[in-house]
């Protein structure tokens, strides 16, 4: 058996400091391939800022109160709340925090969903199907539905629309969109992002290089869309530190599907990656699972490795298939156990991405997208 991978190890009660005022506090999760988030507590003089507060539901929030009052803080304490994307184990406890003290929620000015229109182009894993299988065990989420909001909240339309757009079929022809019912986790994490009992209100959205007043020191908002659209990273220069939430991982890899807001999500990742790779000033890089890691450039380009060789095996595949379409070319690509929707995402990101280049063509027959390899 492979040893377990950082961001697969169980969630510890210890809070660790990483620098003066930054601490490093793990929250239990259960979903496909991860077992703890991270949630970093920035403190000030007037409480605390939290950076995703893990999953909804009282497990969740019981860990945070723990985890806080060893810091010296209850949950009072929080004045503001940032959510680095629109996961769940990444927003859950928002609206508990808004509800307990009155706490702002930052995130990305395009979080969540945006109109209905938009509703049945998202996908919602955490990790990439290879990650995934890694940590398929059968998982039940802390599912607690008594909810802190009534439902005539602004998110309860985007709800809605999200909830309509999973009967929508996928726009490859293949699987339809929603979780494989044998997947017990990943059905809990359908529904959790589709509460409105939890889906936060953004009180304050920030945009590129905004900079937020976070432990004393100014953050600079990095915008790094491709694991999901609305993706935001936090730098401070001064201290040195990159809270990088899911887009950069120190050994799995996101989740990078085909649905989003610009047609090649996977060049939008790239890009992200790039980007994020010259900063200077970077010396922590403090993720959203796993362990701090210190050398962003070398994890950014083994990422890129990673989706390089695959855009390769793909080009491999579509020679020796001729023509295919993309249920064909991800039950070509991934085992047996891993075929569904989420397997049919990556495979039609890469796909795309490859079309978007002209390494490849497509072209609509009975419905299926089928791709041909220049
Ligand atoms: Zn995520
Ligand atoms: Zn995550």
Known sequence: MKPKKQEQEEARREVTEIAPNVLRMELPILMPGLRHVNCYALLDDEGAAVVDPGLPGPDTWAALKDRLSQAGLSETDVHTVVITHSHPDHFGCAKRFA?????????????????????????????????????????????????????????????????AGHTRPSPWGGSPLGFPKRDPSASNVAELMMSEDFFPDITDP??????????????????????????????????????????????????????????????????????????????????????????????????????????????????ELGRANVVEFSQTLFPERSWGMMAESETYAHLEHLRLAREAESYSEDGKLIYVIR
């Not at 229109?117 to 599912?143: F, K, P």
């Not at 999901?228 to 120190?250: K, N, R, Y």
Request: with cysteine.
């Open 99 to 163: 509800k307990a003290a009155g706490a702002r929620i930052v995130a990305y000015e395009s979080f969540g969903w945006g109109t209905p229109a938009d509703a049945d182009t998202h996908d919602h894993d955490e990790v990439s199907v290879d990650d995934r299988r890694a940590g398929a065990d059968a998982l039940e989420a802390d599912t607690d539905r008594r909810g802190d909001e009534p439902s005539s909240s602004p998110s309860a339309s985007r709800v809605r629309a999200m909830r």
């Open 206 to 319: 920030v945009g590129h290089l905004d900079v937020l007043r976070l432990a004393g020191r100014d953050w600079f908002v990095h915008f790094t869309p491709g694991h999901t659209q609305d993706h935001l990273c936090l730098h401070s220069p001064e201290l040195g530190i990159f809270l990088s939430g899911d887009h950069v991982l120190p050994t799995i890899t996101p989740h990078i599907g085909g649905f989003g807001h610009t047609p090649d999500p996977l060049r939008s990742f790239i890009e992200s990656l790039n980007a994020v790779a010259g900063l200077q000033d970077v010396s922590t890089i403090l993720p959203a699972h796993g362990h701090p890691f210190a050398d962003l450039a070398g994890r950014t380009e083994a990422i890129k490795r990673h989706h390089e060789e695959r855009l390769q095996r793909i080009k491999q595949i579509g020679r």
